[in-house]
């Protein structure tokens, strides 16, 4: 874990703090961004420290975050990071529809081929479904969509 104070200032609309160096110098760069969970006040967060051309790497610090460490932008802030190497679609969980069929037609290698963005993208869209037709229909889209890949993929 590593600690730190930073005053929070405004870039552009958002409100931000620059993270010292030597701390990303101690993390590991995934496609240039760092993702973190850490705390600001003490109130935890989950966020991605950011690369800027030319400087050190920005912690955007969002509207939930400034409410929970009870500051406000040009405040000093005590934070604590560490770097945070879950997958991103842990972020949401399977649907067991998605993974029923995932089962029936065999496509479990086929999902987990996707980049992890693309999985994490299709799950989050099936999350916030509201009815079970709708998410069957979706879960079919899906399917289809996987079927006609491994189809494309297989060599005569």
């Known amino acids: 874990?590593?600690?730190?104070?930073?005053?929070?200032?405004?870039?552009?609309?958002?409100?931000?703090?620059?993270?010292?160096?030597?701390?990303?110098?101690?993390?590991?760069?995934?496609?240039?961004?760092?993702?973190?969970?850490?705390?600001?006040?003490?109130?935890?967060?989950?966020?991605?420290?950011?690369?800027?051309?030319?400087?050190?790497?920005?912690?955007?610090?969002?509207?939930?975050?400034?409410?929970?460490?009870?500051?406000?932008?040009?405040?000093?802030?005590?934070?604590?990071?560490?770097?945070?190497?879950?997958?991103?679609?842990?972020?949401?969980e399977m649907n067991d529809v998605l993974l029923a069929e995932l089962k029936r037609y065999k496509l479990e290698t086929a999902f987990e081929a996707l980049t992890p963005s693309r999985r994490k993208d299709i799950l989050k869209y099936l999350a916030y479904l509201k009815t079970e037709e709708t998410v069957r229909k979706n879960v079919a889209k899906v399917i289809g969509q996987l079927k006609e890949k491994v189809a494309n993929t297989r060599i005569p």
């Open 1 to 92: 874990m590593h600690h730190f104070s930073a005053k929070i200032y405004k870039t552009g609309i958002n409100a931000a703090v620059d993270v010292p160096k030597e701390i990303t110098d101690a993390l590991q760069p995934v496609k240039g961004y760092i993702r973190i969970s850490g705390t600001i006040n003490g109130n935890a967060f989950r966020q991605t420290l950011v690369p800027v051309k030319g400087a050190h790497y920005r912690l955007f610090v969002n509207i939930p975050m400034l409410k929970g460490g009870a500051v406000a932008i040009g405040d000093t802030a005590k934070f604590s990071i560490e770097q945070d190497l879950t997958r991103v679609e842990n972020d949401y």
